[in-house]
């Protein structure tokens, strides 16, 4: 079964997340901060990401997935590239940051709004893993 | 007027009315030591600070400049408080009369009433950015644990954490309900914060109105799908530009859509439609939601105010069409809503559209 990261900083919201990708059959990992989440890439190799924004800072997730899609092909993220992110936003505290279609900023490929409906979190979790499945 | 600029015209006013060459306003320190010059009129202001400063409490009479052996002074009062000084030199010794004293007495007196008056203003001023500022950082971290246990609760409440007896699922329902209103009272709190705050606020510049509503949209279409509506853009063809800010504008959008998101029962549709009349480019969100009765139309816009068939479908807290409508003021341009219930609502945003060559 797939294996999904998830990197929050809030253990409850953790929780939100966890049950319902278990109930699903996932192996589901968890890391506590950007910093952590990067280092559990490498180690864990996942399938998907699931990423919060604001963590040890406003943008920490921003960092995050600005690393792992660096066009750099000398980037020690390079292998981990195409692993699909699916970002958590919460629409009020975003509205100001650039944060949208824009892929020279944001560099994820879906969304999950906060507060998170856990059918919502398993249908956009199993496209991306179909849509990553197909493309290899 | 700014404070600076009208210690500079007081000095320059003390001066001609004793047709003298030089005056200077003083003003304590922080430490409330020592009075120091905040503007001067015929000596350069750098002199100034140098050679005019005088000890607290006033000695009888105050130091002078280089050059300007005499000095006629008149303390500034706030109510009964001291709170300044009035100078006025002489390049000749002995030069000022009483009556010179009696007139820049007068002088001072009417500067402490304006004095006391700005304070009070921008004391007000303070205040109100400082409680906005408050309402602002504690709704974001108001918002971070209601979303939190809302997550939580919907966890519980499909199921995914266990299965739970009807009774518990319907109690659960009922606080999913109550949380629903929580955040959407923090949302409204934190627009309305902001929309009282200008200063937190980027400075206006040209906003794409497709980008704007194309953000909004993105961030809404997670909701509309929970939902089962569906939601659909349809950008115009060409770049349409707003003089406003990237935040306030999409704060509208946000707002307008969610709105039609909210009041749409499942199975229905919202369309965002952009469009071109003249120098005006328009906004259309048009719903297939419950519509708002007619009675309630003149009272949309009010802070508070909520159609009662709008509170009994969902919960909300009457402030996002008062604010929004305040934003699109702002940005000179207008909002019009048309509705039929049990139909639908069409609300119309629209601006006059920002061309390079203006402003």
């Known amino acids: 079964m797939a294996k999904i990261l998830i990197i929050e900083d809030d253990p409850d919201m953790v929780t939100a997340l966890r049950l319902p990708l278990e109930a699903e ?26 990423l919060d924004v604001m963590m040890e800072t406003t943008t920490a997730g921003f960092q995050v997935s600005l690393q792992l899609r660096s066009p750099d092909p000398n980037s020690e993220y390079a292998p981990y590239r195409d692993i699909p992110i699916l970002i958590l936003t919460a629409i009020h505290t975003t509205t100001s940051l650039r944060f949208g279609p824009d892929e020279a900023y944001l560099p994820v490929d879906d ?13 956009k979790v199993r496209t991306l893993l179909e849509q990553r499945k197909s493309s290899d | 007027m ?23 306003v003083l003003l304590p320190n922080e430490a409330k030591d020592r009075l120091a010059v905040v503007a001067a009129w015929g000596i350069d202001s750098e002199t100034a600070r140098q050679h005019i400063q005088v000890p607290l409490p006033l000695p009888p009479s105050p130091p002078t400049p280089p050059g ?36 820049l007495q007068a002088l001072a007196d009417l500067s402490g009433i304006l004095i006391e008056a700005v304070r009070e203003a921008s004391d007000l001023e303070r205040i109100d950015a400082a409680k906005s500022q408050f309402i602002h950082i504690a709704t974001h971290e108001l918002r971070s644990p209601i979303a939190t246990t809302q997550s939580l609760v919907r966890t519980v409440l499909k199921g995914y954490a266990g299965p739970i007896s009807e009774q518990q699922k319907e109690i659960i329902a009922r606080i999913a309900r109550r949380l629903d209103f929580l955040e959407s009272l923090v949302n409204d709190l934190l627009d309305f914060a902001a929309s009282k705050a200008p200063e937190l606020e980027e400075e206006e510049g040209p906003v794409a109105l497709n980008a704007s509503v194309g953000r909004a949209a993105l961030l809404l279409q997670p909701r509309a799908e929970e939902k089962k509506v569906a939601l659909t853009v349809r ?10 800010t990237e935040d306030g504008l999409d704060r509208i959008f946000t707002n307008l859509i969610s709105n039609a998101v909210k009041y749409t029962p499942s199975g229905g549709q919202v369309t965002v439609l952009l469009g071109r009349t003249g120098d005006q480019g328009w906004v259309k969100i048009a719903d297939t939601g419950i519509g708002i009765p007619e009675e309630a139309l003149p009272h949309l816009f009010e802070e508070f105010y909520r159609a009662p068939n709008a509170r009994q479908f969902a919960v909300g807290t009457g ?26 609502t069409t609300f119309t945003v629209t601006f006059p559209l920002w061309r390079p060559d203006h402003r």
């Open chain 1, 25 to 50: 059959g996932y192996e589901v990992y968890t890391a506590s901060s950007g910093q952590e989440g990067l280092q559990k890439v490498k180690e864990i190799e996942p399938d998907l990401i699931i």
């Open chain 1, 111 to 123: 969304f999950v709004d906060k507060p998170v409906d856990p059918d919502v979190l398993l249908q």
């Open chain 2, 2 to 24: 700014n404070p600076s600029l009208a210690f500079d015209r007081l000095a320059e006013t003390a001066a001609k009315i004793l047709s003298a060459d030089a005056a200077a």
């Open chain 2, 68 to 103: 300007h052996p005499s000095v006629v002074h008149a303390p500034i009062s706030i109510g009964e408080e001291p709170a300044g000084l009035l100078c006025v030199y002489g390049r000749l010794p002995h030069r000022f009369t009483e009556e010179d004293a009696r007139r």
């Open chain 2, 235 to 244: 950008p115009y063809p060409e770049e349409l530009a707003v003089w406003a």
């Open chain 2, 319 to 344: 402030l996002g069409l008062s604010i929004v409508k305040s934003l699109v003021e702002r940005y000179g341009g207008r909002i019009e809503v048309e509705s039929a219930v049990g139909e639908g």
